[in-house]
């Protein structure tokens, strides 16, 4: 997976001096526990580091500065152990510009009848302070994520875990560059937008090359870089020349390599985590990127076809939060509307992502009528089985738009000899004449992410940290 940065979370906790210092000793240690507990048994990909409890208004300005101002911290968790009087969190909370996640806990998950007096009581006032903080964060439209749950409980422990996946995300959105090779496809409406807008909204920066740049890198690229990664390949996949020449194969697959270094090479120097090509610009090349851009995907890299910026980066995107485990670039293509056995098929015309291979994939080279070039090699493999989510952004000219609906994966049920590229079969969980009416009725596109790492809460979740519209399908 491509490198990330090395995030952590801090966790703020909100008192007041009016019990006394012992108390605010109580729940400093109360809260050391607590994360503690989380670190160890959370499965958290993110530390979560204590940072103070925060009694004054100053102290929690203060603390939510250092939070803008350091690159590592990924977001904040907050508790209201005892009752944290809300007006302190109004100034901190104003400024805070990375995403806040409130954990609504207590630290006993019992009512102590035998032994509750006044002292407990005053210690133990989550549902109370819960509430008048929630107050303020509502008022400020602060678009928090809410937990609430034992903090031992592994339902509240998988909640923050996903949680910081998206935030993460979300940091990382912020430094997403998507090299373009080529512009839209001509006379494609949906795959069009506003790139000002999404880098003032999601922050991804989107520019242009020709075709030619690429070439010209793909002219350096050494015949031994270009072994090494065949010989790669032979271990890693099944190499099925079928009915082609052996040289000719080999020659094919290593044109796809050719291109795959030279991507990588031109992605690495511009800083680049995402990409786009078109057929319809493939100047100078003897192929249409195929292979190429699957292993890329791999790797961690967005990508979308047809000049697709908003999908590519997307995809990128939804790669960190799943840890690109079963997550890319969909297409919705043709439908099986026999009744009983209603499904898409996924895929494209050779690039579809192989974290969503069910199996092993094999290297295949056939001619493709589109783009008017050499024989491509390809990747080829069954899609995934089980639950995921397919995702896409759309602009509507006033604000972009999340659609979003989750899906049932299956494996196809027939070969398909005369399509040689992978296939993802899938049926919208809201059901298939539903899911699918509402997805057209609503303007989602037919370039999707689709991933089976994450959940559709994820995404909602996501789509509130950017203040972005989520059309969930239900
Ligand atoms: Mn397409």
């Not at 998950?109 to 133990?124: A, E, G, K, R, S």
């Not at 080829?380 to 609906?405: C, R």
């Not at 005369?418 to 298939?432: D, E, I, N, Y």
Request: aromatic letters at 10%.
């Amino acid at each position: 997976m491509l490198q990330t940065n090395d995030y952590e979370f801090w966790f703020v906790v909100g008192s007041q001096y009016l019990y006394g210092e012992e108390a605010l000793n109580t729940v400093k240690e109360d809260t050391m526990q607590i994360i503690d507990e989380l670190n160890k048994n959370g499965n958290l990909a993110y530390p979560i580091v204590f940072k103070t409890v925060a009694t004054t208004a100053d102290s929690i300005t203060k603390v939510m500065k250092e939070v803008n101002f350091n690159d590592h911290v990924a977001g904040v968790i907050t508790w209201m152990h005892t009752f944290s009087p809300a007006k302190n969190w109004i100034r901190g909370t104003k400024i805070l510009q990375k995403p806040l996640l409130h954990f609504a806990t207590q630290f006993s998950n019992t009512i102590p009848w035998q032994t509750i007096d006044m002292d407990y009581m005053n210690l133990h006032q989550s549902a109370h302070g819960d509430r008048e903080y929630g107050f303020i964060n509502a008022r400020l439209h602060k678009n928090n994520k809410i937990v609430v749950g034992h903090w031992k409980d592994q339902r509240v422990q998988t909640q923050i875990s996903q949680w910081m996946d998206v935030a993460a995300a979300y940091n990382e959105s912020f430094h997403i560059k998507v090299a373009r090779f080529g512009d839209n496809m001509r006379h494609v409406a949906v795959t069009e937008g506003d790139k000002i807008e999404a880098q003032i909204q999601f922050g991804w920066t989107v520019d242009y090359y020709g075709i030619g740049d690429l070439v010209a890198e793909m002219n350096k690229v050494t015949d031994k870089d270009i072994n090494d990664t065949y010989q790669e390949c032979q271990n890693k996949y099944e190499l099925d020349a079928g009915e082609n020449d052996p040289q000719f194969f080999e020659e094919h697959v290593k044109e796809q390599i050719r291109m795959e270094i030279a991507l990588r090479k031109f992605l690495e120097a511009g800083g680049y985590s995402a990409f786009t090509t078109n057929f319809e610009d493939l100047w100078g090349m003897k192929q249409l990127p195929g292979m190429a851009v699957q292993r890329l995907n791999e790797e961690g890299y967005g990508f979308a076809g047809e000049g697709d910026w908003k999908t590519a980066a997307l995809d990128r995107l939804i790669k960190i939060m799943a840890h690109n485990k079963g997550t890319g670039f969909m297409e919705d293509y043709t439908y099986n509307l026999v009744e009983g056995h209603e499904e898409i098929l996924g895929s494209h015309m050779l690039e579809v992502d192989p974290t969503l291979a069910s199996t092993k994939a094999s290297v295949e080279v056939h001619p493709l009528g589109i783009g008017d070039k050499a024989d491509p090699a390809r990747l080829v493999f069954d899609g995934l089985e089980g639950e995921g989510v397919n995702v896409t952004i759309s602009d509507f000219g006033d604000q972009f738009k999340m659609v979003m609906y989750e899906i049932e994966g299956h494996k196809p049920t027939e070969p398909a000899p005369h399509l040689p590229v992978a296939r993802q079969m899938f049926t919208p969980k809201p059901g298939f004449y539903n899911g699918v009416q509402q997805w057209i009725e609503n303007g989602g596109g037919h370039h999707t992410v689709m991933s089976f790492g994450i959940t559709s809460e994820q995404v909602e979740d996501l789509a509130k940290m950017f203040g972005l519209k989520c059309i969930t399908i239900q």
